[in-house]
């Protein structure tokens, strides 16, 4: 455990010297990922950085996770995030804990499990599709990775909006993408020129959000004019104060809708992409994965019903996960008051980000962290609960879990059952851009089973 002891004197935590003004602004040079794992390899468990004025206390180790976003919860706050230039105050973002809650608390009901299975249907139908889009390609190369944003795009939309927006998915894709790169290079950046400033990538951050929204917009306006749907729309819609008895502002509807449509579909996208990476270059463990869906579907459909006995399909989900956490660090929490962690000093204003990547790869808790290696979660003897989080921890943790693990381990079964999938491009090169993904997409062909 690295928690203070009072009989330690409290120090001041190592990281890298900062420069006048810019901080530490070029330990950013080669990526963040690559920042975040070098810190943790030189300075340990707990680290700072000088971004602009701001100090930044990187965490890697389960304890101070538990520390940060459960035991002292009520000390470290979220902080304002960057990613509300995208998300407004939906779920995510929100900073002020009374609306959260009320907002989590009206949500929270769409994502129990007995309602997520009853959607299982739609979930395999967007599987579906996607195989019959397929049919088409043949051997042509195509980038995979898009391909899974279409079909968490629809996933996500169906269940949730009951919308089919796959019109608009390629736009959308690269939209959300772009507006993502504008964030991750602005946390970098030592100084932050007011968004108003008329520079062009100001203006295209402005054209991107102005389309995300509008497109927002048109589907909630559509449903207003429509029949109910039983959906998480309708119950934002029909959503009303206890107090006041009033709905929800355009403002806020458009910030919740937003929210579960970006945050729903490009993490699990992403993370399959990296399953189909892993895949492609480990045979034996695609063999084994063949095996399992041969013996449970025999070359049927799999169902919401089968996904209990698809246990090696889950642990590969799950390694994946491990392995490439596409949320790789939560939202930044604010330390209100000078205090201490793991032993450190910090003060009051900075800010902590927990790295679930650290931490899912560190060595005390992962024998072999950069081997991928599914076997690795069955019977897992944990050490920390938190060593494996990719969807965070406390009361902030993850609407849409189980949403997730369902449709990827879905997923995974319809696609491998029908198709190999074999590698355009030799290696993947990661990239940080708020969320991980593989730089440039991943580029496939298919090869019929
Ligand atoms: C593999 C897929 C996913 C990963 C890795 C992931 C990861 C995370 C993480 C790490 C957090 C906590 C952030 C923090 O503490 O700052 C989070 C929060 C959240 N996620 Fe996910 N997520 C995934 C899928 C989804 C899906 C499918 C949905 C919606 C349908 C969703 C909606 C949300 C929301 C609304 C929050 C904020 C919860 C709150 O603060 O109350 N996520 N996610």
Not at 4 to 30: D, H, W, Y
Not at 155 to 165: A, H, K, V
Not at 343 to 363: D, F, M
Request: glycine share 6%; aromatic share 6%; with cysteine.
């Amino acid at each position: 455990m690295t928690t203070v002891s009072l009989n330690q004197p409290i120090k001041t935590a190592p990281g890298p010297t900062p420069l006048p003004i810019i901080g530490n602004a070029l330990e950013f040079r080669q990526g963040v990922l690559e920042a975040m794992q070098r810190g943790h390899q030189m300075y340990g468990d707990v680290f700072q950085l000088k971004i602009g004025k701001r100090h930044v206390f990187v965490v890697s180790h389960p304890a101070l996770a538990q520390e940060v976003l459960i035991d002292r919860a009520a000390e470290f706050p979220k902080a304002q995030a960057i990613l509300r230039l995208i998300l407004g105050d939906g779920l995510v973002t929100n900073t002020d804990h009374t609306s959260w809650l009320t907002q989590r608390r009206m949500m929270q009901p769409m994502f129990h499990r007995q309602r997520l299975n009853a959607m299982g249907d739609k979930m395999v139908k967007a599987g579906e599709s996607l195989l019959e889009r397929w049919q088409e390609k043949d051997q042509t190369m195509f980038d995979l990775d898009f391909e899974m944003m279409q079909v968490t795009l629809d996933i996500i939309t169906q269940t949730m909006f009951s919308s089919d927006l796959r019109a608009e998915a390629s736009k959308l894709g690269h939209t959300l993408g772009d507006a993502l790169h504008f964030l991750q290079q602005r946390i970098q950046s030592p100084i932050q020129l007011p968004l108003e400033w008329k520079i062009p990538t100001h203006e295209k951050y402005r054209a991107n959000k102005a389309a995300l929204d509008n497109l927002i917009m048109s589907v909630i306006n559509e449903r207003r004019s429509t029949q109910p749907k039983d959906d998480l729309l309708d119950m934002l819609l029909e959503a009303r104060d206890a107090d006041t008895g009033e709905g929800m502002t355009d403002q806020q509807l458009l910030d919740e809708v937003i929210t579960i449509f970006g945050a729903g579909h490009e993490t699990t996208a992403h993370t399959l992409t990296f399953a189909w990476y892993a895949l492609a270059k480990h045979p034996q463990i695609l063999e084994k994965l063949h095996q399992e869906l041969d013996t449970v579907l025999a070359g049927r459909a799999p169902t919401i019903d089968d996904l209990a006995k698809l246990e090696y399909t889950k642990q590969i989900f799950e390694e994946t996960m491990r392995h490439y956490p596409t949320a790789p660090s939560t939202t930044p929490r604010l330390a209100l008051e000078n205090t201490t962690l793991g032993g450190y000093a910090v003060p009051k204003g900075a800010l902590i980000s927990v790295n679930i990547y650290n931490i899912q790869h560190h060595s005390e808790f992962w024998d072999n962290p950069n081997e991928f290696r599914p076997e690795r979660f069955q019977n897992r003897q944990e050490k920390h609960r938190l060593e494996f989080m990719p969807f965070g921890a406390g009361a902030r943790k993850c609407i849409g879990n189980n949403l997730a693990l369902m449709e990827g381990q879905l997923l995974l079964a319809q696609i491998a059952q029908k198709y190999n999938i074999i590698l355009e491009q030799p290696t993947m090169q990661l990239e940080q851009s708020i969320t991980l993904r593989a730089k440039g997409g991943l580029r496939v062909r298919l090869e019929k089973r």
